[in-house]
């Protein structure tokens, strides 16, 4: 079992910054990459961010530029800064430990239990 534990959401006004952690423990070493999802009310969930522990990455569109994905080996931990914050990144953001890197939802096996992150305009 992987067990992941997000902090870092908030308020934040538009244009400002967040930086999202993600802690993972037990069987880490049955993962291969680390994603961010976030799900907004009533609408799918969808993908934000991945990265395999060696560092390679992706990102959704709509992010690139303002989102970037870190992964501390060594502390077992996974970051997501959000920069140039917009209304519409409004969403709970989940954590997710996979196979692969994916920005496929099913290929995750392992979620945290969310954070909020409410942007203002």
């Known amino acids: 079992q992987v067990q992941l534990v997000e902090s870092g959401g908030g308020l934040v006004q538009a244009g400002g910054s967040l930086r999202l952690s993600c802690a993972v423990s037990g069987r880490t070493f049955s993962t291969r990459a680390m994603g961010w999802f976030r799900q907004a009310p009533g609408k799918e969930r969808e993908f934000v961010a991945a990265?395999?522990?060696?560092?390679?990455?992706t990102y959704l569109n709509a992010v690139k530029g303002r989102f970037t994905i870190s992964a501390d080996n060594a502390k077992s931990t996974v970051y997501l800064q959000m920069n140039s914050l917009k209304p519409e990144d409004t969403a709970v953001y989940y954590c997710?430990?996979?196979?692969?890197?994916?920005?496929?939802?099913?290929?995750?096996?392992?979620w945290g239990q969310g954070t909020q992150v409410t942007v203002s305009s």
């Open positions: 997710a430990a996979g196979r692969s890197k994916s920005d496929w939802r099913f290929d995750y096996d392992y």
């Open positions: 990265i395999t522990w060696s560092g390679d990455s």
